[in-house]
């Protein structure tokens, strides 16, 4: 049976080109960048190469453009390496509810060292923009917001948030968390007004293991890795340069071909929306026409998503159980339930996410394979 693969957004699989890159930069540019050798000039050619691919998808110069390990060490570096910075002007962070968990534990974590946050509430994919605007103090030295969320396909209207620090006249760095946006939404490092942007490589079919953080021009930001002072000092560490070449041959192609995969995507999205609620009559949705393109969220009540993720796997279908048990507090709510779902809403949860590959027909098997399931429990309760 023919694998349909609805989880785009947890992983992409790679274009065959980046593959080939891969392989090539392992077995013939295999030479360390650092090395002023032909064998390192030449890897190191492929990594600026690189870099000017992400550097044009964002409209930025090069040397704003940082390789790291993937969206969690670009989290972790923006957020931290910014407080670090700036902490000499206050102590505070504001965030939201919804953020990944990358952001909400390294939060966290410097909030146990004495920081204080505000978290932005969010209800029914809409920001409360006016607590938001209230929480930016004059000690506010970062404001993290992420552009899509992962589990619903909320947009957040980041660009609105940088007006608001520039109103309050704050000195407030804007760090935005890319990565389901990158390659899927139309922007660019202006539009969206951050200083700070992740993205990661393999959410656009590119290698796992990489990611990057844009860093605007003159930016204050420490770094949280010291050695021997690759990426200008920024993050030491010889370059994974297979993964960044791949990387870079992804961005090409995702943004040569953007308008037309967004539309066809859009497409079986709205496909998708349709369909579950015409013909899962039992399912509640929790995203729309006006989220991101690629993500459907809905739940089934009555159903535990684990177990729906499984038998559909047995049948070759792949999707999400949606995140109910990763909470964005050390104690308290999951980020669903943050989002304003029930505690049966988020266990029910899946979310469907889709990518160039999928057709109107993996939509219809994902379809009659949930209603099997359906079928099944009910015989089981007979």
């Known amino acids: 049976m ?15 080109e980046v593959a080939e890159k891969v392989i090539e930069m392992l077995t013939k540019y295999y030479g360390n960048p650092s090395s002023i050798h032909r064998l390192g000039l030449e890897s190191k050619s492929e990594v600026e190469t690189a870099r000017k691919n992400l550097a044009d998808s964002l409209a930025v110069h090069p040397s704003e453009i940082y390789f790291t390990s993937g969206g969690t060490e670009s989290n972790n570096i923006a957020i931290k390496g910014a407080c670090l910075a700036k902490s000499n002007i206050g102590n505070h962070i504001v965030t939201t509810v919804a953020e990944h968990p990358s952001v909400t534990k390294t939060v966290r974590d410097l909030k146990r060292q004495g920081w204080k946050v505000s ?20 000690n506010t030295v970062l404001v993290s917001t992420m552009l899509v969320n992962n589990e619903t396909g909320y947009i957040f209207p980041v660009r609105k948030i940088k007006e608001i620090i520039e109103r309050k006249n704050s000195s407030a760095l804007l760090h935005c968390d890319a990565v389901q946006g990158y390659g899927k939404l139309p922007f660019t490092a202006d539009s969206l007004g951050a200083d700070l942007i992740t993205i990661s490589s393999h959410k656009i079919h590119g290698p796992k293991g990489v990611g990057a953080l ?10 949280l890795h010291l050695g021997g ?13 297979p993964s960044i070449a791949g990387f870079g041959v992804a961005v090409k192609r995702t943004f040569d071909n953007m308008e037309e995969n967004v539309t066809h995507i859009r497409e079986i999205r709205d496909y998708c929306l349709e369909s579950v609620q015409n013909k899962l009559p039992q399912a509640i949705l929790h995203s729309s026409k006006y989220g991101a393109p690629h993500i459907v969220h809905f739940s089934l009540p009555g159903f535990l998503n684990s177990e729906v993720v499984t038998e559909l796997s047995r049948q070759n279908i792949f999707i999400s159980g949606a995140a109910a048990c990763k909470s964005n507090h050390s104690r308290g709510p999951s980020m669903l339930e943050s989002l304003g779902l029930t505690r049966e809403m988020a266990n029910s949860a899946l979310r469907i996410s889709l990518s160039y590959q999928n057709t109107k027909e993996d939509i219809d098997r994902l379809i009659n394979g949930l209603k099997q399931i359906n079928t099944l429990k009910e015989l089981a309760e007979k």
């Open 229 to 241: 002072g690759q990426e200008r000092g920024l993050r030491s560490g010889t370059e994974n340069t």
């Open 119 to 138: 978290y932005i509430p969010v209800r029914n994919g809409k920001l409360n923009i006016e607590k938001l605007e209230n929480a930016i103090q004059t």
């Open 214 to 223: 844009y860093v605007k021009k003159d930016t204050p930001l420490y770094s």
């Open 2 to 16: 023919e694998e349909i693969y609805l989880d785009n957004s947890a992983t992409t699989k790679p274009y065959p």
